[in-house]
C-alpha cells in the first residue's frame, strides 16, 4: 500500500546524543517535510525539501539536520544542539507544486531520558 | 507571514450535537489553499480537505460541512450529529500556492461524549 512510514514509532534518547529518525513515502512525492508538536499545540516546521539533493530550513531547525539523497527518503537527525528535544515529530509529503493535500506518518515519540 | 488562528483550544459535546470549529487567517497571498486535518489519539493526520481562495462556496460531505468566507478570512468546519468517533484535534492550514509549505493553527480538541 502507498503511504509514509515513520520509524521509528517510540525512541528514547540521553541527554547529549545525536538520534535519527527515519521517513520513507512510496506516493512518488516531490517533497517531503519534518513537523514537531508539542502538547496543547499545532505543528511547527522543521525543515522541507522540495526536490532530491535540496532543503530548507523550516521556523524551527535550530538543533537538527536532514538530508534528501533519494526522493522517497527525509531522515531527520536531533543533535545534541537541540536544547528541548521531547516533542513528538511527524514526517509528510506532497506534491511540490499547487499546495496539494499533504500525506502524513504516524509519527514518532522522542523522549529525552 | 501567514498566520493561522484557532481561538478554540477545547470543545466539549454530548452525541448528537452539532459543533463548529473557528478557523481565521491571514495571509498576503491573493491566491492560496485553505485544509483542515483531523488528528485521532493514534497520531496521524488525516486529510478532510482542502479549498481553492478563489472559490468560495461552501462543501459538504456527509455529516462534514465548511463554510468559506473571503471577507472575514475565515473557514469554519461543521460536524452536524456529532459522535464519539469525532473526537480528535482537528487543524486548519494555509498553504502557498508558490510551493508547498504549509501553515497550522494551533488546533481545537473535540471531545465527543456518549
Known amino acids: 500500500d502507498g503511504g509514509i512510514t515513520q520509524s521509528p514509532k517510540y525512541l528514547f534518547r540521553k541527554e547529549g546524543q545525536n538520534v535519527t529518525l527515519s521517513c520513507e513515502q512510496n506516493?512518488?512525492?516531490?517533497?517531503m517535510y519534518w513537523y514537531r508538536q508539542d502538547p496543547g499545540q499545532g505543528l511547527r516546521l522543521i525543515y522541507y525539501s522540495q526536490i532530491v539533493n535540496d532543503f530548507q530550513k523550516g521556523d524551527i531547525a535550530e538543533g537538527y539536520s536532514v538530508s534528501r539523497e533519494k526522493k522517497e527518503s527525509f531522515p531527520l537527525t536531533v543533535t545534541s544542539a537541540q536544547k528541548n528535544p521531547t516533542a513528538f515529530y511527524l514526517c509528510?509529503?506532497?506534491?511540490?507544486?499547487?499546495?496539494?493535500?499533504?500525506?502524513f506518518g504516524q509519527g514518532t515519540r522522542l523522549t529525552v531520558v | 507571514a501567514q498566520k493561522v488562528t484557532q481561538a478554540q483550544t477545547e470543545i466539549s459535546v454530548v452525541e448528537k450535537e452539532d459543533v463548529t470549529l473557528d478557523c481565521v487567517y491571514e495571509?498576503?497571498?491573493?491566491?492560496?489553499?485553505l485544509f483542515w486535518y483531523k488528528q485521532p489519539p493514534s497520531g496521524e493526520l488525516v486529510f478532510l480537505i482542502r479549498r481553492n481562495s478563489f472559490d468560495e462556496q461552501n462543501e459538504i460531505s456527509g455529516r462534514y460541512s465548511w463554510n468559506f468566507q473571503k471577507s472575514t478570512s475565515s473557514f469554519n468546519f461543521t460536524i452536524t450529529a456529532s459522535q464519539v468517533v469525532d473526537s480528535a484535534v482537528y487543524f486548519c492550514a494555509l498553504g502557498e500556492t508558490s510551493g508547498s509549505r504549509l501553515t497550522f493553527g494551533e488546533g481545537t480538541q473535540l471531545t465527543v461524549n456518549p
Open positions: 506516493l512518488n512525492h516531490d517533497a
Open positions: 495571509t498576503r497571498d491573493t491566491t492560496y489553499y
Open positions: 509528510a509529503s506532497s506534491f511540490y507544486r499547487g499546495a496539494t493535500e499533504a500525506f
